[in-house]
């Protein structure tokens, strides 16, 4: 069975500062790569995936994610963070093939607090 | 408007009574799923169905029993024999009509046992 090790639990930075919050995952094969983002209040959002191609993908709002393969890591970057980024970040990742229910493997999630 | 919906937002239930969460989609989505999120520990699957009338048990489906009567609704009864029911519970669906399968979460419940 795969899991997810988000090893930030609390990021706390000013507005403008660069962002890497780190996902790593242990699972030998193929994986569909996730980031979530919750938002005070809110509902779970997708941010990005990856699910092949390019390792380098982009998603909303300005985020980015790396697909490191040989170091089994999905880490999550912004160059400059925004008071509205504040919210709880969490790394999914689950195992193709496609065509049947495959359940989402949560890492435990970092809260980012950016301050004015 | 398409998406997910989730009542109540909020629950109060006496310890010793079952509750039943409602998740509703209108995305004609195949598969549905059961999360309950605590804090500092991100999301655990409860319970998963990929077509109507079929279901299949998560990591911790002990207290917790589900059904698919239709497509669209896939509602969660928290009943008396979860030990820990006080948490965040976030239903989500998925259409699996492709390899690169996203799933999509509704807004939520909170359960408070008092």
């Known amino acids: 069975a795969q899991s997810v090790s988000q090893h930030n639990h609390h990021v706390i930075l000013s507005e403008a500062a660069s962002l890497e919050l780190g996902c790593n995952y242990s699972?030998?094969?193929?994986?569909?790569l996730f980031w979530y983002v919750q938002y005070p209040g809110q509902h779970l959002q997708l941010l990005l995936k990856?699910?092949?191609?390019?390792?380098l993908v982009k998603g909303i709002k300005g985020f980015e994610a790396e697909f490191i393969k040989s170091k089994f890591s999905f880490n999550l970057r912004k160059p400059s963070v925004q008071w509205s980024d504040t919210a709880e970040y969490f790394c999914a990742v689950n195992v193709p093939p496609g065509g049947s229910a495959r359940q989402l493997t949560f890492g435990s999630g970092t809260q980012l607090t950016v301050l004015p | 408007d398409g998406g997910i919906t989730q009542s109540p937002k909020y629950l109060f239930r006496k310890e010793g009574q079952n509750v039943t969460l409602s998740c509703e989609q209108n995305l004609n989505h195949d598969a549905m799923y059961w999360y309950r999120q605590d804090p500092g520990q991100g999301l655990r699957l409860i319970y998963y169905s990929q077509i109507v009338n079929d279901f299949q048990k998560g990591d911790i489906a002990e207290g917790y029993s589900v059904s698919r009567e239709k497509k669209e609704s896939f509602p969660l009864t928290v009943t008396s024999a979860q030990k820990n029911p006080t948490a965040f519970y976030l239903c989500a669906s998925s259409p699996l009509r492709s390899f690169e399968d996203t799933q999509y979460f509704g807004p939520g419940t909170r359960l408070t046992v008092l």
């Open positions: 990856y699910f092949s191609g390019d390792p």
């Open positions: 699972y030998g094969g193929t994986v569909n």
